[in-house]
């Protein structure tokens, strides 16, 4: 919490600057060997804290790098699962804390997983964070007011961790290198949420590829992909549409829209919680555009990597999505 204070906490802030400028003082990385076509990414993981007049905190600020003005996807927890709540905009920044304000039709609540992506090459080294840091909190006169001790202890602890993690995040040739967490997200957490992270990590893949099903997932999918994808992998996807006029069949131009997919899946599923079937009719989907030589194992491989992944090993459910695959076809 921020109250007013005296030129005494300027000075504390001043210190406070000074023993970071000591202590996050390591060789600096460049980022090199990170291939720029399939670009290591970050993720900021956080969880709104409250909400009051519309307006929610979110355990995430200026030392993980969030900005005013920028878009962040929310997820609210139900029963062991996640569902895409969409996106809301950053309003206000503070060093470990963030406001931000919910659209038409969004309305954030306490506890809802919030989360955003970073690509790696475009990171800075934990110097230029740590100087930029300091230049921003100054420029928002931050100087001017206390910082309580459990604030200071806050972006102590997330400081130190960038500077920790970024030598790890350089040399990661994974398409997620690491994370940015707020202050809720313990080790715990992180497995709390794996399997969302996977899914977003197939439905991001798949967009890389040059898929468009992801409206088949819904538009609070579309939405909350369209912030986790990161620039380069919206770019690749771009860049691997078919030009117009051509003859092979994307989610567009396969003889059934989404619609008639819906209906299909729904026809099958009938006994699923609405999310189960988001998650059917976007595979559904993506498998129209893949044309997969065997379906099955394709089939179970990606209900193996969603929230849902005991859906693979039910034999009736491959069963089903398969009688409603080939019903699909026909139409």
């Known amino acids: 919490m921020l109250t007013s204070g005296s030129g005494r906490s300027e000075r504390i802030f001043f210190g406070f600057g000074l023993l970071f400028t000591a202590a996050l003082l390591i060789p600096s990385a460049n980022g090199q060997g990170v291939p720029l076509e399939r670009p290591g990414l970050l993720y900021g993981l956080g969880q709104v804290e409250q909400v009051s007049n519309g307006s929610a905190l979110i355990d995430l600020g200026d030392v993980q790098t969030l900005r005013v003005g920028e878009p962040v996807a929310v997820f609210r927890p139900t029963d062991n699962y996640f569902r895409p709540v969409g996106v809301v905009r950053i309003a206000e920044t503070y060093a470990s804390f963030s406001r931000a304000r919910g659209t038409t039709g969004i309305r954030p609540q306490p506890g809802d997983f919030v989360m955003f992506a970073r690509e790696f090459a475009n990171m800075r080294t934990p110097e230029q964070h740590r100087d930029a840091f300091i230049r921003q909190q100054l420029a928002k006169r931050i100087g001017a007011v206390h910082l309580s001790s459990q604030r200071m202890s806050e972006m102590s602890v997330a400081l130190l961790e960038y500077s920790k993690m970024y030598r790890d995040w350089n040399r990661s040739d994974q398409d997620v290198v690491g994370f940015l967490k707020g202050t809720s997200f313990s080790s715990d ?36 992909m369209h912030v986790l994808c990161g620039p380069t992998v919206m770019a690749q996807h771009d860049s691997s549409q078919k030009p117009a006029g051509e003859d092979d069949a994307d989610l567009e ?14 026809d099958e599923f009938f006994d699923r919680t609405p999310e189960e079937l988001r998650t059917l009719n976007y595979l559904m989907a ?14 179970k491989h990606q209900l193996g990597q969603t929230q849902f992944s005991a859906l693979a090993e039910d034999f009736t459910v491959v069963e089903r999505f398969l009688r409603a695959f080939k019903a699909i076809q026909v139409q």
């Open 286 to 299: 993506t498998m129209l555009e893949e044309r997969p030589g065997t379906e099955e194992v394709w089939l």
């Open 189 to 224: 957490r992180e497995q709390e949420i794996r399997p969302l992270l996977n899914q977003i990590d197939l439905m991001r893949e798949f967009h890389r590829q040059g898929r468009n099903s992801l409206s088949a997932a819904g538009p609070e999918w579309f939405s909350v």
């Open 253 to 266: 131009e396969v003889s059934v829209g989404l619609k008639e997919i819906e209906r299909g899946v729904s």
